[in-house]
């Protein structure tokens, strides 16, 4: 079955390379001024059937195109095609001209439509000819008889264009084009613009056909001559900033001295050919090599090639996984923001599938990957596609991949870096050669290292005239690191990393409470990066690692130091001009105002992190910063989970993951890693990853019994969580049980008993813990996802909190809880309007987490049951799109599309047609079969049921 998601995005990525490829079409023709993408103002256009039109100096619109795409193959008749050049002629304005383009095959009636169109004489002529055209098309034909004169005047001046050519032969025209173009004025399209220029074009289209105000919708001329003819260095240099529609995901800035050997290597591997087999190639090379730099200027030579290009971080399997989330998103737009799949399993078949049925070509990089082995499940054999691997096991099997082996640069190339990184001048460049060409042999051409010689002279304020100073002292302290040097690296990198630390320190000068050392915060910030993740590492919460400590705040989220204490422009300068840090992609910024300027995100070298943490081991203060990080990472990991921010908890999943490997490795063992065991569980519970849940969740019990015995409170939310998977996956008749959960029933019902046994305890000195535990497990209990027949324990323990529930003082936990039950029971009477103010009640008091979910999703349902439906769509489509939406909670979802979905049917039923656009947003919900996966047999019934009957809807209009 074709996915429309995809039939949709192949459609909008056909029309816009019609659309630039008409805007370049018009330089050199004086009387036009430029296009103007998606037409003009709504105010100035009666249709929304114009794809562009076309404008002169006086601003009057001189013709208007639509542009119709089919899939390989598919065709676009004479009838059809009408029926489009009917819709288009309505309205305002009234162009010489009017266009109908298409890929799609035609029929014999097309070319016949195209001769009527240019040879019929008068109007009444063009009437009856077409009228003679649609003898078979009775609806066709009535809207022939309906037309005026100034409509059949209008339909005069269309033309159909049909277009034989495919995607890769629009893009080859396009480049041949534009190197016309830059010829012209003496600058070429080369290597370093060639596959940049014509992908930034494109997106410069689709940036304007997105601006929902119109006021960017004129793409004149003159602007793409100005574009057309940036130099290639310019491109190559700015591309990693821009926002660029062909790459999705962290695509590391492209380098600035380009390698071709290992490019047309690349090249080479993958030349243009029909066959549908997917291609890889394998960059090995230790890390600190350029292997993401040469997959990165392969990018930049060859984007327009490509479709879709997708950058996946390999590091640790939850960047794999929102990586390649992030892909099948740009892949297939209908997949929407934050959707999940129950496990990765889920996600590397709708891989498979989308990238083997995709219609255009697409690139994947697969960086810092282990071996070919690891990522094959991800990708089809058969489809149009390409694979670059970076990996630093050369002794990996590659298997069918092509290999490139990625050794240090050549010399002129090292020199051209240091003389850009040394900012010397062309006459300063040919003065000081031998003395780069020395520092470069020292530094044993190894980016790396050439990056953090450069960085070392800068940042200690010297010039090139001191680089024998320099390459001395770089020697000497070689030597005296031979025990830190990671195998299969130069002795001159450890040493040149260490030198650049080295000055750091020495640059301490010591500071009080209030002012502390610039210098000393950005050493103990770096020192802390190396036991995250290299990419995407929030410089706020390693600024907080330095500067607070967890325990000593009140609030619970995220500690943001403010700039009155320290600016972390400044700190993180004094690791800019060392070259020991990088810039990265922000993280996704939540709604709440005070958490914005945690967005800023910095990327270390692995081996730069491989190298400090060799330098710090054995260190007596390591466990207790790792044990300071890992709290911090707690809290940002907490607070991202409770308001369901799920872009952002996979990218602390992934830092909270590996700092949990070297907190183990340390032998760092305290209530802090407990904590975070607990709270990275919490994520793969929702998402339905419940193995793994299970397994941190027992790794925190485990870490609890050992370092914090008398912790109840830790203790029982950890067994309250086991027992509430147990409960879900297996007491309920209708869900399948979930295979690998080794939690049994007597275990969960001694969880139970033991979380009892502790709040009674807690009545008189913690009663607000007490009613939580009450009211959470309680409400579980009680659900009617859960049988509890025969289960005698169960129901004695369900009575057992119901009592203690009742003996406790209500707090606003509680309180919310007990009227998301009240909404349920009112939705269930029929009473909706009652159920609505209670969950408007709840959503007053602001909750977080699963009480704010559940209060949205019946708000959702009482509003659709009483014909609200502008309202519940409003709704709808904050759960869909909203970046503060509670995206994490799967279950919460599935029940809103299963419920709402049944209302909507049921007033369609009854002959209210205004539930029918929610209908449809429910059946359209991102990666909406992967939801089906955590439902019952009873939820994928219903919601198949929906989609049937939106498709029958359609097929009828």
Request: hydrophobic share 40%.
């Amino acid at each position: 079955m074709v996915d429309g998601g995809r039939v949709a995005a192949y459609g909008f990525q056909y029309q816009y390379l019609r659309t630039l490829e008409h805007l370049i079409g018009l330089v050199g023709q004086a009387e036009y001024a430029g296009v103007r993408v998606e037409g003009g103002p709504r105010s100035e256009t009666a249709t929304d059937k114009i794809d562009f039109d076309v404008v002169d100096h006086s601003g009057a619109v001189r013709l208007v195109t639509q542009v119709k795409s089919r899939v390989a193959g598919g065709s676009l008749g004479g009838t059809a095609a009408l029926g489009i050049l009917l819709d288009m002629i309505k309205g305002a304005p009234d162009p010489p001209a009017y266009s109908l383009l298409t890929n799609g095959r035609p029929d014999q009636k097309s070319s016949t439509l195209n001769r009527v169109l240019v040879s019929a004489a008068d109007t009444q002529e063009l009437r009856e000819q077409l009228d003679e055209l649609c003898r078979e098309a009775p609806q066709r034909r009535s809207q022939i008889a309906a037309l005026g004169d100034e409509e059949l005047a209008r339909l005069r001046r269309c033309r159909v264009e049909y277009d034989t050519r495919d995607d890769e032969e629009i893009r080859e025209e396009l480049r041949n084009t534009l190197r016309n173009i830059r010829n012209s004025a003496r600058l070429g399209l080369g290597e370093k613009s060639a596959g940049l220029l014509v992908g930034y074009l494109l997106s410069e289209v689709f940036g304007r056909a997105a601006d929902l105000s119109g006021e960017r919708a004129n793409f004149s001329v003159a602007e793409l001559r100005r574009l057309a003819l940036v130099d290639g260095e310019t491109l190559a240099r700015t591309v990693g900033s821009l926002d660029w529609g062909v790459v999705v995901g962290a695509i590391p800035r492209i380098p600035d001295v380009p390698r071709p050997q290992v490019v047309n290597q690349i090249m080479e591997a993958f030349p243009r050919t029909p066959d549908r087999g997917t291609r890889f190639v394998n960059l090995a090379g230790p890390s600190g090599i350029g292997k993401s730099s040469a997959a990165a200027l392969y990018i930049s030579a060859c984007a327009d090639q490509y479709d879709v290009i997708a950058w996946i971080n390999c590091e640790t399997a939850s960047s794999l996984y929102s990586d390649f989330q992030r892909a099948l998103q740009a892949l297939v737009p209908s997949s929407g923001q934050g959707g999940k799949f129950s496990s990765p399993e889920d996600l590397q078949h709708e891989i498979q599938l989308t990238l083997g049925r995709f219609p255009g070509r697409w690139l994947i990089v697969l960086d810092n990957a282990l071996s070919l082995r690891e990522v094959e499940p991800w990708v089809p054999k058969t489809s149009r596609g390409d694979i670059i691997l970076t990996t630093i096991n050369s002794a990996a099997p590659a298997g069918s991949a092509h290999v490139v082996t990625v050794s240090t640069m050549e010399r002129e190339q090292s020199i051209e870096l240091l003389r850009r990184r040394l900012q010397l001048t062309e006459g300063e460049s040919v003065l000081w050669r031998p003395a780069t060409q020395r520092m470069a042999e020292e530094l044993g051409d190894w980016p790396l290292a050439l990056e953090l010689g450069a960085g070392y002279l800068v940042g200690c304020g010297y010039g090139i005239e001191n680089s024998d100073v320099y390459i001395d002292a770089l020697r000497t302290r070689a030597i005296s690191d031979h025990d830190s040097i990671p195998a299969g690296y130069p002795q001159t990198l450890a040493a040149a990393l260490n030198m650049c630390i080295d000055k750091l320190e020495q640059r301490i000068k010591g500071g009080t409470d209030k002012t502390p050392d610039i210098s000393a915060v950005a050493t103990h910030l770096l020192i802390m990066s190396a036991f995250l993740g290299s990419h995407q590492i929030p410089a706020h919460l390693l600024l907080a690692t330095a500067l607070s400590n967890t325990e000593e705040e009140e609030h619970l989220g995220p500690l943001i130091v403010s700039p009155d204490i320290v600016r972390l422009g400044e700190v993180l300068r004094e690791l800019f001009q060392f070259s020991l840090v990088k810039n990265d992609l922000p993280l996704p910024a939540p709604q709440e105002d005070k958490f914005t300027e945690a967005t800023r995100t910095i990327s270390v070298n692995s081996v730069t992190q491989e190298i400090i943490r060799m330098r710090v081991a054995g260190h007596p203060d390591l466990p207790s910063s790792i044990d300071r990080l890992v709290g911090h990472v707690e809290r940002w990991l907490r607070t991202s989970s409770e308001f369901g921010m799920a872009e952002r908890v996979q990218t602390i999943q992934s830092h909270a993951e590996l700092l949990l490997t070297h907190a183990e490795a340390a032998h760092v063992r305290s209530e802090r890693v407990a904590l975070l065991c607990g709270n990275l569980a919490g994520p793969y519970q929702l998402l339905g990853d419940a193995c793994r849940a299970e397994r941190l969740l027992k790794r925190e019990l485990e870490i609890l019994h050992e370092v914090a015995p008398d912790n109840e409170t830790l203790i029982s939310q950890t067994r309250f969580m086991l027992a509430h998977m147990y409960l879900y996956s297996n007491c309920d008749s209708e869900r399948p049980h979930i295979p690998g959960l080794e939690t049994t029933y007597d275990e969960a019902v001694k969880h139970l008993e033991y979380v009892l046994y502790v709040s009674r305890g807690w009545v008189e000195t913690y009663p607000k813990a007490a009613i939580k535990f009450a009211a959470d497990i309680r409400a579980i209990l009680r659900r009617g996802t859960i049988k509890l027949n025969g289960l005698t324990e169960l129901n004695s323990l369900a009575e057992a909190f119901s009592d203690l529930e009742s003996r406790l003082p209500e707090s606003n936990y509680s309180r919310d809880l007990g009227l998301i039950v009240k909404a349920e029971e009112r939705i269930r009477e029929g009473r909706f309007g009652v159920a609505e103010s209670h969950c408007r009640e709840v959503l007053r008091n602001n909750p977080v987490g699963w009480p704010n979910a559940e209060a949205r999703r019946l708000l959702t349902e009482s509003l659709a049951r009483q014909g609200k439906w502008a309202e519940a769509r409003k709704e709808v489509n904050f759960w869909k799109t909203d970046p503060a939406a509670p995206s994490l909670f799967r279950e919460s979802i599935l029940d809103l599309i299963r419920n709402v979905g049944q209302a909507c049917a049921e007033a369609i039923v009854a002959g209210d047609s205004r539930a029918l656009p929610i209908m449809y947003e429910l059946v359209s919900w991102p990666d909406l079969d992967s939801f089906l996966h955590l439902g019952s047999p009873g939820d994928q019934r219903v919601i198949e049921l929906l989609r049937q009957i939106c498709d029958d809807i359609s097929s009828q209009q």
